[in-house]
């Protein structure tokens, strides 16, 4: 199998707390993952090592064949990313808050033309971002991980605090994102239903450990022996989740 990202038994721990737990991905090249967990089950953590936002206390990742932490520069060049609601510059229009991380990143003019393409906010690019509604931020973040169209793309929950057609709107992006170049995507969310209709695979986060990963019909698969209907993979999700936490209590009564 062609992978882009793999873990290696990648753990963070803060003092006593383990918040990332012996957690090993397997990341398709060319594919959408979905990095599925409850509040507070890692996610974001686990994207910031990869990002080298953080530092693992254990374990290791690979990127695109090039090892952490050996290649961190030539990794964050290689990695657009979304993390956790991004702020911009309120009294700045979209499309010079997109100018100022161009510069950064040393890419061409026409780079923030195409992002803003990409999103659909080239009509709105001289709109001050204070302006712009939740929906429209939050593709001026997407915007902002697609300068220069980068193989990789890391959002950490872009679909947070929109409504339904909002939701419905960045899943559409998303999904686009691989037809129009050669990508791949590591999207989390706490609803699998919201990322179930564009993931190729999922990974299941709980207390920072990974109690599931495949592709959805292998989950769909394990629904099925599991007692549930093939067709609602949310309740699965949450019957996982619920599972492994009544698990954890009884082994903490011990
Ligand atoms: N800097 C930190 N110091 C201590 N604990 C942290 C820190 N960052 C995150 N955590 C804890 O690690 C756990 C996982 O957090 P996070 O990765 O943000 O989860 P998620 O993104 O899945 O909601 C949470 O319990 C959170 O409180
Ligand atoms: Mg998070």
Redesign the pocket.
């Known amino acids: 199998m062609n992978y882009i990202i793999t873990t290696e038994q990648l753990t ?1 721990k ?2 006593n ?1 383990t ?2 737990n012996d957690v090993s991905l397997h990341i398709r090249k060319g594919s959408i993952y979905g990095f599925i ?10 994207m ?1 090592m990869l990002l080298g936002l ?1 530092v693992p206390t254990n374990g290791s990742f690979t990127i695109d064949g090039k090892h952490f932490p050996d290649d961190r520069l030539v990794i964050l060049k290689e990695i657009g990313s979304f993390i ?1 609601s991004p702020s911009f510059y309120a009294n700045l229009t979209g499309r010079e808050n997109l100018d100022i991380i161009r510069r950064i990143l040393r890419l061409s003019k026409s780079s923030v033309e195409d992002a803003l393409e990409l999103v659909g906010l080239t009509e709105f690019g001289d709109r001050l971002a204070k302006k712009y509604s939740l929906g429209m931020k939050q593709r001026l973040g997407l915007a902002g991980a697609l300068l220069g169209r980068p193989p990789i793309l890391i959002l ?2 872009p679909t947070n605090g929109l409504d339904p057609s909002g939701i419905h709107e960045i899943r559409n992006l998303v999904k686009s994102l691989l037809n129009l170049y050669d990508c791949t995507i590591l999207i ?1 969310s ?1 609803m699998l239903s919201e990322i179930e209709l564009i993931a190729d695979d999922i990974g299941i ?1 709980n207390h ?1 450990r990974l109690l599931f990963e495949g592709s959805l019909d292998d989950l769909r698969q394990n629904a099925l022996q599991s007692g549930f209907a093939a067709d609602n993979l949310e309740d699965v999700f949450l019957s996982m989740v619920e599972k492994d936490n009544t698990a954890r209590k009884q082994r903490a009564k011990l």
């Open positions: 963070k803060y003092k707390f918040s990332v967990g409850p509040n507070g089950a890692g996610k974001s953590t686990t910031k953080t956790e950490d929950e989390s706490h986060l920072g």
